[in-house]
């Protein structure tokens, strides 16, 4: 989502060291697990640069996946900078377990090896962020649960919230959106497949609390608890409504614009949360979710969007057991509370270069005393163009533009109505103050215009689909037509991969098949949720389009293959190029002659995965097709691979800039 604008390039500079970073050059050991959004595309790739990979960020150690989101059960894994595969024997194997798995381990290594030397962790689960995998067993403990309907479950939640003292009494719960509908509105059949959506959600969500259970546990029994500082940060910018109204089993298709139909969906009901769907909980739930709040995540404007639950817990230095604090703070105070309780000064410099000053405020005062007054006096917040001001009490807030489940459009800036709000006296923000304190919504607006201009927010840009447009950010590929790999070529990102989408190209093989014959993957690109992939299978060449998961467009050669050196090739004529979504077809080769032809009638236009890979040889993390499993290897030998897509003109590859357009949630 970057912009040429500084604050906005998603570069991070080496001016603002990772807190790891300054911990490693004080002799901490350091390791992170589990997910790392952190890493631009273009940079994810085995020729590096590997600056901005944990590894780069003062990481001693890294086990986890590169992006916004993965499937949990076909993880495109990395072990520092190696690709490294799940295993493809284990159907239970699980990415929240694995990491959790990995951690314990490493600790209990660190520790064996020098004891002395203490440890930093950043741990970060893929959960519970879409698709939401997890056991059946954990899902089905939620049957029934949630047959009250989302309304119901916001007042719970609120009624527990205050049982527990986590918010003021007086809250109020906020009405429910006109853009959502409710629960009462909906058909027994939706009801079914939503109530099943959000039981595997909750399903989800005690499976990493327990992993994280069993990690602190572990911390336990080897002594090191009482003197570990454990900050749990909870959730995801707020709820995500990124599901659509209905919810949906393949996430990049939704995030594409694309909706999932309700009776096709429950055909699939027992298998949501397994690793044949990249399923995703429809906005109610979210809605839900965010109680007592009004928005969700991507909303700056509202708590729903921004405000999470926060957990510090330190048996030697807080004495206040399950104490509630209710002073102001940001995530950036995170990184200088660590540095205050580690007794670790702010860097001027870090492995040479010269800092910018920490932005933010130590929490460290709020440990022994709960009335402290908070130090967090103002706080801005902005995403796409939805943005707040917090100041001494008060928030003012702007909701700008389109609802957060839609993927394109904008507003005029110059229509956009903001709110006020007493959160001292209104927790969840249910009382607008806007129309009765005219001048302390001036105040605030002007002041959020000055902290705008002072932590490069602006210009304020409310650009969604444009923002993501691949074409827009650096790219090794730029220019180029004509690729050449050889064997053993794995886990090339997608978005380092050539772009084969909508356009004429042609995928050809050098290979040599032994006189006993072979079989397995020649090329592919993608995984279960969809992608392309040339293959070879009871001896025959077999060319395959996964659409979504829902579709597969097969066409297979009339001959078997023979024993013997053979140039192979498919060749992809697409009806119309630059076309989104184009169909087209298949011609497949044996040297110069044809051996099979036919035709897909749609294809997946944008990416087709979140972070599944190009491979030469093998299918690697989820199968493209539904008719092997990865790895599915190449038993013969492949002498190279090529891909062309010469024939693709500037005006067709130009043409494409529309469709990447639209992919703004797939990068998100």
Known sequence: MATGFPGYDALWPKESACVAEILKGHYYSTAAFGKWHNTPDHELSAAGPFDRWPVGKGFDYWYGFQGGESSQWHTPLFEDTAPVEPPHDNPKWHFSEAITDKAIGWIGQQKA????????????????????????????????????GWDRQREIALENQKKLGLVPENTKLTPRPDSIPSWDSCSADEKRLYERLQEVFAGFLEHIDAQIGRLVDSIEKMGLRDDTMIIYIVGDNGPSAEGSLNGTLNNMKTQLGLKDDVQSMLRHIDEIGGPLHENHYPVGWCWAGSSPFQWMKQVASHFGGTRNGLVISWPKRISDHGGIRSQFHHIIDIAPTILEVAGIPEPGEVNGVLQKPIEGISMAYTFTDKEAKGKRITQYFEMLGNRAIYHEGWVAGCLHGRLPWETAGGASFDKDIWELYNIEEDFSQANDLADKEPKKLREMQDRFMKEAEKYNVLPL?????????????????????????????????????????????????????????????????????????????????????????????RVSSTEKIPPGHHILSAEIKVDKQGKFGTGGNVILRLGEKEIGEGRFEQQIAGFFTANESFDVGCDTCSPVSDIYESPFAFTGEIIKVMVDVSEATFEDLAAQHEIRARLAMAIQ
Do not use: M
């Open 113 to 148: 090896a020098a004891p002395e030397i203490p440890f930093f962790i950043y741990f970060a689960p893929g959960a519970c962020h879409a698709p939401h995998h997890v056991h059946k067993e954990w899902a089905d403990k939620y049957k029934g649960k949630f047959s009250h």
């Open 461 to 553: 840009d409310d650009r969604f689909a444009q923002r993501a447009d691949p074409s827009l950010r650096p790219s090794h590929l730029r220019g180029k037509t004509k690729f050449v790999y050889p064997a053993g070529t794995i886990r090339i990102g997608e978005r380092s991969s050539p772009n084969t989408k909508n356009v004429h190209h042609t995928l050809a093989a050098e290979v040599e098949i032994p006189e006993t014959g072979a079989e397995g993957v020649i090329v592919c690109c993608g995984g279960l949720s969809g992608g392309f992939t040339l293959f070879i299978k009871d001896d025959k060449l077999h060319w395959e389009h996964n659409y979504y998961n829902e579709i597969h467009y």
